[in-house]
């Protein structure tokens, strides 16, 4: 028989901060795929197995385009009508648009490029740890350390004033976080584009040394510019500070494993593609079929969306053995974590130096580092969230 999701769980398992929902889970055992009743009535499917998962994401015969994507897994928009992506919002986009967008940023996140950012990434990291020890235990780690680090590190990396880094955090935190109805979340959105069309206007009066500056020398609009600037933003900041975060809970919650680690620094790339699989703070994306497609013995049939579920492909004990194990020694890698294909996230480099520096230098300075309350006390984010994590991980050491 079929299997069917009736509805994408809004909680996880008392205890579980770190495991996809129990239902999820569900869902992969009776099959890498099953039927989900979208609320306005449309009969779409949920992938939870890795091998589907990476096979629609590599396929041109599923859209991204967001104008297609009006079927939402939570909310019935009834005769709503869905825009195209904004200019420059490239993640909702397919070819050629997406590429017109995405080419000229590829040579600027290249693997040798963001290496050499290492250096800097560990002088801001050590500038708050310093910070963090100077002021003492407690502290919040999310804004003593995960949020800070590529909040720096990004609008450097943009040309985006530090000081200014106010103006947009707490307003991507509103249009990522899943907390906020409606009305707030277009309100912060305006707010961030009312902010990032002054910055394009004065990157283009006055160009700096940054990714910005560059791409105002290219045949793209304000606007555009805008919109890739917001998804670099969002996407630079926010999926990393929370991977640092709940990474850190994971590790507390595990100690075996940053033992292991601070005994074996060798393990370091291991560990930060181990904790990318084990968490999957980008849990789930969608695409719309264009034609008929088999898939995994069943006919998607065109205009029908999917659901993708990488946090379950990311467990997928066909795919990694013991997968709800956290090993920082992990062999068998190959996660969907980036995702895969052309929309593969263009700043993996960056957010992989980011932890490499991170993870081992914080868990080097407080080598007794601990929760300071109790691990069902910590707050997370809703399952509602594009991106889960932690609001704030209030920490404690040994003096």
Same mark, same amino acid.
């Given at each position: 028989?079929?299997?069917?999701?009736?509805?994408?769980?809004?909680?996880?398992?008392?205890?579980?901060?770190?495991?996809?929902? +129990?239902?999820?889970?569900?869902? &992969?055992?009776?099959?890498?795929? %099953?039927?989900? /009743?979208?609320?306005?009535?449309?009969?779409?499917?949920?992938?939870?197995?890795?091998?589907?998962?990476?096979?629609?994401?590599?396929?041109?015969?599923?859209?991204?385009?967001?104008?297609?994507?009006?079927?939402?897994?939570?909310?019935?928009?009834?005769?709503?009508?869905?825009?195209? #992506?904004?200019?420059?919002? *490239?993640?909702?986009?397919?070819?050629?648009?997406?590429?017109?967008?995405?080419?000229?940023?590829?040579?600027?996140?290249?693997?040798?490029?963001?290496?050499?950012?290492?250096?800097?990434?560990?002088?801001?990291?050590?500038?708050?740890?310093?910070?963090?020890?100077?002021?003492?235990?407690?502290?919040?780690?999310?804004?003593?350390?995960?949020?800070?680090?590529?909040?720096?590190?990004?609008?450097?990396?943009?040309?985006?004033?530090?000081?200014?880094?106010?103006? *947009?955090?707490?307003?991507?935190?509103?249009?990522?976080?899943?907390?906020?109805?409606?009305?707030?979340?277009?309100?912060?959105?305006?707010?961030?584009?009312?902010?990032? +069309?002054?910055?394009?206007?004065?990157?283009? #009066?006055?160009?700096?040394?940054?990714?910005? %500056?560059?791409?105002?020398?290219?045949?793209?609009?304000?606007?555009?510019?805008?919109?890739?600037?917001?998804?670099?933003?969002?996407?630079?900041?926010?999926?990393?500070?929370?991977?640092?975060?709940?990474?850190? *809970?994971?590790?507390?919650?595990? /100690?075996?494993?940053?033992?292991?680690?601070?005994?074996?620094?060798?393990?370091?790339?291991?560990?930060?593609?181990?904790?990318?699989?084990?968490?999957?703070?980008?849990?789930?994306?969608?695409?719309?079929?264009?034609?008929?497609?088999?898939?995994?013995?069943?006919?998607?049939?065109?205009?029908?969306?999917?659901?993708? %579920?990488?946090?379950?492909?990311? &467990?997928?004990?066909?795919?990694?053995?013991?997968?709800?194990?956290?090993?920082?020694?992990?062999?068998?890698?190959?996660?969907?974590? *980036?995702?895969?294909?052309?929309?593969?996230?263009?700043?993996?480099?960056? #957010?992989?130096?980011?932890?490499?520096?991170?993870?081992?230098?914080?868990?080097? &300075?407080?080598?007794?580092?601990?929760?300071?309350?109790?691990?069902?006390?910590?707050?997370?984010?809703?399952?509602?969230?594009?991106?889960?994590?932690?609001?704030?991980?209030?920490?404690?050491?040994?003096?």
């Amino acid at each position: 028989m079929e299997h069917t999701v009736t509805t994408l769980p809004a909680t996880r398992e008392p205890g579980c901060p770190f495991d996809p929902p +129990a239902e999820l889970i569900d869902a &992969r055992r009776h099959g890498p795929i %099953s039927r989900y /009743p979208f609320p306005d009535g449309h009969e779409g499917w949920l992938i939870t197995g890795y091998d589907l998962v990476r096979s629609v994401l590599a396929d041109p015969r599923f859209s991204s385009r967001k104008e297609l994507m009006r079927h939402h897994p939570l909310i019935d928009f009834g005769e709503i009508e869905v825009p195209p #992506a904004p200019p420059g919002e *490239f993640l909702l986009m397919d070819d050629p648009q997406h590429s017109r967008y995405r080419k000229p940023l590829v040579g600027k996140f290249t693997v040798r490029r963001m290496r050499l950012l290492t250096e800097r990434v560990e002088q801001v990291t050590a500038d708050h740890l310093d910070a963090m020890e100077k002021a003492g235990p407690p502290a919040d780690l999310v804004t003593a350390f995960a949020r800070p680090i590529p909040a720096v590190i990004i609008c450097e990396l943009l040309g985006v004033p530090y000081e200014d880094r106010g103006s *947009f955090q707490d307003n991507i935190d509103k249009f990522l976080g899943g907390e906020v109805g409606d009305e707030e979340l277009f309100a912060a959105y305006t707010a961030t584009q009312r902010y990032l +069309a002054e910055l394009v206007a004065a990157k283009r #009066a006055n160009p700096t040394d940054d990714v910005l %500056s560059d791409l105002t020398d290219s045949d793209l609009t304000d606007e555009e510019l805008q919109g890739i600037a917001l998804i670099l933003l969002s996407a630079g900041f926010d999926t990393t500070a929370n991977m640092l975060a709940l990474g850190t *809970f994971a590790l507390l919650r595990h /100690p075996e494993q940053p033992a292991a680690w601070r005994a074996d620094p060798a393990l370091t790339d291991r560990a930060v593609e181990e904790l990318l699989r084990y968490l999957s703070v980008a849990k789930t994306f969608m695409r719309t079929a264009l034609e008929d497609v088999e898939l995994g013995g069943r006919t998607i049939a065109a205009g029908t969306a999917v659901i993708l %579920s990488y946090n379950t492909a990311n &467990r997928d004990p066909e795919r990694f053995a013991d997968p709800h194990v956290l090993d920082l020694g992990r062999q068998d890698g190959g996660h969907l974590a *980036f995702g895969h294909g052309i929309h593969q996230c263009l700043g993996q480099q960056l #957010a992989r130096v980011e932890m490499r520096v991170a993870f081992p230098a914080l868990l080097n &300075r407080f080598p007794t580092l601990r929760l300071a309350v109790p691990a069902e006390e910590v707050d997370l984010r809703p399952e509602t969230a594009d991106v889960y994590g932690v609001k704030s991980l209030p920490v404690t050491w040994d003096v």
